[in-house]
């Protein structure tokens, strides 16, 4: 019954007694029934039936308001069946995604007791999921993990914390999982807590990564191949351009100053006519012309003043070479003390600031460049900055771009760090922080 059929009711009793209560009075009323005879019995009749007006009137708020609460009862019971079959269904369904999920879920008490452990979680531990309902979760850590991964639940769960990954390595975030045949393989974990009836449980979500751990390490283990085979191909490049260089110096060099100088004697003979003079002449600039180029080319290969005089003059060589050739200002802040390095470092830092002046003369449009160093006991940063138009980030990503390439790999062969900033309009920023050894400050 709805509430307003209840009011309706309640309407009708009302006027029930109002008509009840008119006609008490009227045969209560002496002076109305004056006229008849047994006055009394009628007056006595009157007050009856307001008496039993208003008994009525009780009885009926009394069944009203039992049939309100027996309403109200029945629909409660109607709501509560429906959150049960709602829960129910509910239940079911968080049942079988937790049944079919590929990933493994395990839910332990504070006691480290496991309550919930699907089939993908069972599975990958070589187990049942009756054979582990109930057991404890060290039954699938390696012993000497059980320990430290005890504390790290429970502290874990006094942080209050709801939720994180697990693993000690912000790279990898994985733990390591016990089967049931001995083997141990790679998992990667999160947890959670929740407090159900003041009781603390831990969830556990993971995965095994054992194919990605293995595809991992052998992709570092190629990446590292690769940058040994870097290193080694630049160490016979730099082998080779000194040898060239140094062939091209002492034999060809030597051949045309030679020639030059056979040229400087028959210049001398008084028998030469005019015209014969005149071609000498020029077959001597053509000489000289020769053995410059053969000197800059040598120079580019690997500068003599890198093997002979150092760090500090050799740049000091390249620094008035770029400028005279491209005509762009180019300021080297440094001191030859700061530069008094191996030859290893020397060629690498020679290297990429050659290979930097190149990308300048070449892409930057500048009219500047500054190349600063600073050294401390430990290493060796040197800067270098242009004010031309700048290198857009997406120029940077391309795999054709092996200049910049080039000089990462040969900075990180000897464990440095290579920055590079560039702003559209504003120029280029390379900063470069080399590693010393102690042999490498004795030098």
Not at 13 to 24: E, Y
Not at 174 to 198: C, H, K, M, Q, W
Not at 286 to 298: D, G, K, Q, V
Request: proline fraction near 1%; aromatic fraction near 6%; include cysteine.
């Amino acid at each position: 019954m709805t509430h307003k059929s209840t009011q309706k009711i309640r309407q009708i009793l009302w006027i029930a007694l109002l008509f009840s209560v008119f006609l008490g009075l009227i045969l209560s009323n002496t002076s109305l029934l004056s006229g008849f005879e047994n006055r009394e019995q009628l007056v006595l009749t009157g007050h009856i039936f307001q008496l039993l007006a208003a008994l009525a009137l009780y009885r009926s708020e009394l069944a009203i308001n039992q049939h309100a609460l027996t309403i109200t009862q029945a629909n409660a019971n109607v709501d509560l069946h429906a959150t049960a079959d709602e829960l129910s269904l509910q239940k079911k369904r968080l049942t079988g995604i937790i049944e079919t999920a590929i990933d493994g879920i395990v839910t332990v008490d504070k006691m480290q007791k496991i309550v919930v452990i699907n089939p993908a979680a069972a599975t990958m531990f070589g187990y049942t999921v009756e054979a582990l309902q109930h057991e404890s979760l060290d039954l699938v850590i390696p012993s000497r993990h059980r320990k430290n991964h005890g504390e790290h639940v429970n502290n874990f769960g006094a942080t209050g914390a709801t939720k994180r990954r697990m693993g000690s390595s912000f790279e990898d975030f994985y733990v390591t999982g016990l089967r049931a045949d001995g083997t141990e393989f790679p998992i990667e974990a999160s947890i959670s807590s929740s407090l159900e009836n003041g009781e603390r449980f831990y969830t556990v979500i993971f995965r095994d990564i054992t194919e990605r751990k293995i595809a991992k390490d052998k992709l570092a283990q190629y990446h590292t191949q690769l940058s040994q085979l870097s290193t080694a191909l630049q160490s016979i490049r730099e082998e080779e351009r000194k040898h060239i260089a140094r062939e091209l110096h002492d034999d060809l060099g030597q051949l045309l100053a030679a020639l030059r100088m056979d040229l400087s004697l028959l210049q001398r003979d008084s028998l030469l006519t005019e015209k014969t003079q005149k071609t000498v002449r020029s077959m001597d600039q053509l000489i000289l012309t020769s053995i410059t180029t053969l000197r800059r080319i040598a120079s580019d290969l690997r500068p003599r003043a890198l093997d002979e005089g150092g760090l500090f003059y050799a740049l000091k060589t390249l620094q008035k070479d770029f400028s005279n050739r491209h005509q762009i200002d180019c300021e080297l802040i440094a001191d030859e003390e700061q530069l008094t390095l191996d030859d290893a470092h020397s060629t690498a830092i020679f290297r990429v600031i050659q290979e930097s002046l190149t990308n300048v003369a070449r892409h930057a449009v500048a009219s500047e460049v500054q190349i600063e160093f600073q050294r401390d006991a430990s290493s060796i940063s040197f800067s270098i900055r242009d004010n031309g138009r700048g290198i857009d980030e997406e120029d940077m990503k391309k795999t054709r771009s092996f200049g910049l390439v080039g000089m990462r790999e040969r900075i990180k062969a000897m464990h440095g760090e290579f920055t590079v900033t560039s702003t559209l309009g504003e120029g280029t920023h390379l900063e470069i922080k080399l590693p010393l050894s102690t042999s490498t400050d004795a030098q």
